[in-house]
């Protein structure tokens, strides 16, 4: 029976990952990862642990096969996490990167907030928190690259 339980749980946790998006957690290597890709960078402001909409966003669209699909060969993500609880905190120099990042591009502090950059940061378009299904909130993010 323990075997069972095992070997369901690691089938799960491998689908979870296989089709989980591979946010980045240096900004700097995200760009450098854009350019040599010739990809736009999604930047996502998020509250994690305290943010309904962000909480929505991420379960709707961020972890759709659809939206896993189509970044994978069109963007580079990066997730500027802000979460309250103590057991989610983020590692210091994460915590200080993605603090500059707002003093940047979130100054109001808006959650969600989701950004379409180039690989050299300059801003293409700017998106909140819209209750859409997965392939219409990717349309509104490839709409932005239109503009």
Same mark, same amino acid.
Request: net charge positive; glycine share 4%.
């Given at each position: 029976? $323990? $075997?069972?339980? *095992?070997? %369901?749980?690691?089938?799960?946790?491998? !689908?979870? *990952?296989?089709?989980?998006?591979?946010? &980045?957690?240096?900004?700097?290597?995200? $760009?450098?990862?854009? #350019?040599? +890709?010739? #990809?736009?960078? *999604?930047?996502?402001? !998020?509250?994690?642990?305290? =943010?309904?909409? =962000?909480?929505?966003?991420?379960?709707?669209?961020? +972890?759709? !096969?659809?939206? /896993?699909?189509?970044? #994978?060969? /069109?963007? *580079?993500?990066?997730?500027?996490?802000?979460?309250? #609880? $103590? %057991?989610?905190?983020?590692?210091?120099? !994460?915590?200080?990167?993605?603090?500059?990042?707002?003093?940047?591009?979130?100054?109001?502090?808006?959650?969600?907030?989701?950004?379409?950059?180039?690989?050299?940061?300059?801003?293409?378009?700017?998106?909140?928190?819209?209750?859409?299904?997965?392939?219409?909130?990717?349309?509104?993010?490839?709409?932005?690259?239109? &503009?």
């Amino acid at each position: 029976m $323990k $075997k069972q339980v *095992v070997v %369901t749980f690691l089938i799960a946790l491998f !689908s979870v *990952v296989a089709n989980a998006q591979q946010w &980045k957690t240096n900004f700097e290597e995200a $760009k450098t990862e854009a #350019k040599a +890709q010739n #990809k736009r960078i *999604v930047l996502v402001f !998020s509250g994690s642990d305290w =943010c309904g909409p =962000c909480i929505k966003l991420d379960k709707n669209v961020w +972890q759709s !096969s659809e939206f /896993n699909k189509y970044a #994978k060969d /069109n963007y *580079v993500l990066y997730r500027a996490d802000f979460p309250k #609880k $103590k %057991t989610n905190q983020l590692p210091e120099e !994460s915590r200080k990167q993605n603090l500059a990042l707002a003093e940047k591009y979130n100054e109001d502090g808006n959650y969600p907030l989701v950004l379409l950059l180039d690989s050299d940061g300059k801003v293409l378009g700017v998106l909140g928190y819209l209750d859409l299904e997965a392939s219409e909130y990717l349309d509104r993010i490839k709409e932005l690259d239109k &503009k």
